[in-house]
């Protein structure tokens, strides 16, 4: 009786320090997050104004005079648009093929561990990678290669979350489909894509922020104007760099503009996140639990 009380006192207190624990975690990472949000509004709220999303660099802007980064936001969407978009028509296939096709084989646990390896590689590597092809064909710095580059980093992030949603799928709807005669093709196209469309949106959504805020690979790709771009093959501007160019400034007007521009882009992914939660939401209401 005595041992059986040690030992549910001992479980209790094990129970107490790793609840305060993640207690202490949580508040660690709440309060980094507010700090983070709080310097970047505190600091670009200020010099947030209309001009500085409406128009282009006037000369002189990195030293402190007028001018906006309309190229920088226009050219970050570009990007992350045009990479997500060439992310997905390459994605959504890998990814109904993984479920359908190779389920939980060898080759299929293979091609998840290869994609999980091109997650992790770190953004500067795809844009050296994409530098180093550049330069062997010839290419210069232009949204076209931007956008390659960013589809490559999207990929495996797409792919895996996307992988990892129809994998939760309900396996009877699958054995449903298949008894009433249809192919496996057929499963993937009409069951699989519709029951899993939230969270194929919400990977899309996820690379798409991704792409959004990447600067490493850009820099080397689709390198810096201040030009907005009227091609694939012209070089573009993206609020990653310019947020990095300017807070490199030695003026404190320009510094604070870099902090709106931060400001900028954070608010384009909230919204993001945002967008995909509700739209995530409302696609809910049209599966089978």
Not at 54 to 80: D, F, H, Q, R, V
Not at 108 to 121: A, C, K, M
Not at 225 to 238: C, K
């Amino acid at each position: 009786m005595v041992l059986m009380k040690k030992k549910w006192q001992r479980r209790h207190i094990v129970e107490a320090v790793i609840k305060s624990v993640m207690q202490f975690s949580l508040v660690v990472v709440a309060g980094a997050l507010g700090l983070i949000l709080w310097t970047i509004i505190s600091r670009g709220l200020p010099a947030l104004s209309w001009d500085m999303v409406t128009k282009i660099p006037e000369g002189g802007y990195y030293m402190g005079k007028g001018g906006g980064i309309l190229n920088a936001i226009l050219g970050s969407l570009y990007l992350a648009a045009g990479g997500t978009f060439l992310a997905m028509v390459f994605s959504v296939p890998i990814a109904m093929y993984l479920k359908t096709y190779l389920g939980e084989s060898k080759w299929g646990n293979y091609v998840r561990l290869s994609l999980d390896v091109l997650w992790g590689i770190p953004s500067i590597v795809y844009g050296a990678f994409g530098f180093t092809v550049m330069i062997a064909l010839g290419m210069r710095a232009s949204l076209l290669a931007g956008i390659i580059i960013l589809a490559l980093i999207e990929l495996p992030i797409m792919t895996r979350a996307m992988d990892e949603v129809i994998r939760r799928m309900p396996v009877d709807l699958e054995h449903a489909a298949l008894a009433l005669g249809s192919t496996k093709f057929e499963v993937a196209l009409r069951v699989v894509t519709r029951q899993m469309l939230p969270g194929i949106t919400t990977a899309i959504l996820l690379g798409f922020g991704r792409g959004i805020g990447d600067a490493a690979s850009v820099l080397f790709t689709a390198g810096y104007t201040d030009r907005i771009p009227t091609s694939l093959m012209r070089p573009t501007a993206s609020l990653p760099l310019a947020v990095f160019f300017q807070l490199g400034s030695p003026y404190p007007e320009v510094q604070q503009r870099g902090y709106a521009a931060a400001l900028i882009l954070t608010v384009i992914v909230l919204v993001i996140s945002l967008g995909s939660r509700w739209l995530s939401s409302r696609l809910n209401k049209y599966t089978i639990k």
